[in-house]
């Protein structure tokens, strides 16, 4: 651990996993903590509760605000544990000076998405700093949702299953970039922030198995395939061919030197399916105008317990390690 704390210790990588192992998880151990999921599961396992601080610059950007991005965060991360999301607190902490318009277009945003995952704001907090003290705005939400399907879990992932997700990846964090620097695209790039419930409620309608679900955040897709590995103590073979990533994405990640399985979604989740099942859950999720590109990408094997293991279409094989270092700070 570093004597100090430092930007890369938020990206969702392996000093992120560092920091909240050594730090939080030590402090706080418990059974319902020790499943690191993304949201705990309580009550008989009734209902999911999770909670989320979203400090994003720029606060608007093509496709979201940190309005939007504050909803589907919490809603989302309730979704992956195949909970319907009920109840959310909102704390808001203000910077003086902030323009009273952009807390209004803001809080629109957020009553616009609780609308589809049909929940309701139902406690909050909000406090006003002296200018300098936060970056205008910053926005924790935390929501307690129903379990519809008990059960799925990152921690029991099998040779049974096939590795999928929902869409193409990457587009959140490459427009918070091209955004943040200002460059100019002729293009229609813009972030996947979105509610996932529908899409869950979708699969749960259908009766297709499903053994995990993760959205891919900070960290991407990367992250969320090495913590699998290790909760559930497998390798996953990926085939990089059949990763579904834009050609917009596909090009800030050739200028910039980005990985695309590294970068941050906010709409796009990775699951992990029964084999039978697979086929059948990749037609309904393109049943969605967002998931066009969704695809199986990958099978859950014994070849290198713990390891991630990433398929070219030349036939050589790398580890895809867990990203690390300094990512694209401030992407939700």
């Known amino acids: 651990m570093t004597k100090t704390i430092t930007l890369a210790q938020g ?123 936060v970056d205008k705005i910053f926005i924790n939400t935390t929501g307690i949702g129903e379990v519809l399907k008990k059960g799925i879990s990152s921690n029991n992932i099998t040779k049974d299953d096939l590795i999928i997700v929902n869409r193409d990846i990457g587009c959140h964090g490459a427009a918070i970039f091209v955004a943040r620097e200002g460059i100019e695209m002729s293009s229609s790039l813009q972030s996947d922030c979105e509610s996932l419930f529908p899409q869950v409620k979708a699969l749960l309608d259908a009766d297709i198995k499903i053994t995990a679900m993760r959205d891919a955040t900070r960290g991407g897709v990367s992250a969320v395939l090495n913590e699998w590995s290790k909760q559930s103590n497998i390798c996953i073979e990926v085939e990089e061919e059949s990763i579904p990533v834009s050609d917009e994405v596909k090009g800030i990640c050739e200028m910039l030197g980005f990985e695309a399985t590294a970068l941050a979604n906010e709409g796009t989740f990775v699951l992990a399916i029964n084999h039978e099942d697979a086929p059948r859950a990749v037609e309904i999720l393109k049943t969605f105008e967002s998931c066009k590109n969704a695809a199986i990408i990958g099978k859950v094997t014994d070849t290198h317990l713990k390891k991630v293991v990433l398929k070219s279409s030349w036939g050589t094989s790398r580890f895809l390690d867990t990203p690390s270092g300094e990512l694209l700070p401030r992407i939700c």
């Open 11 to 133: 990206n969702g990588g392996q000093e992120n996993n560092e920091l909240i192992s050594k730090v939080f998880y030590k402090a706080f151990k418990n059974d319902i903590l020790d499943k690191s999921e993304d949201a705990a599961i309580i009550h008989n396992g009734e209902l999911a509760f999770s909670t989320d601080s979203f400090t994003v610059s720029p606060l608007f950007f093509a496709g979201a605000d940190i309005g939007k991005l504050a909803i589907c965060g919490t809603c989302n991360d309730l979704a992956m544990m195949g909970a319907k999301p009920k109840y959310l607190t909102c704390s808001v902490i203000i910077e003086e000076g902030f323009e009273t318009r952009e807390l209004e277009r803001i809080v629109r945003s957020m009553k616009k998405e609780l609308e589809v995952n049909g929940a309701i704001v139902v406690s909050g907090d909000t406090k006003v700093v002296p200018r300098g003290s």
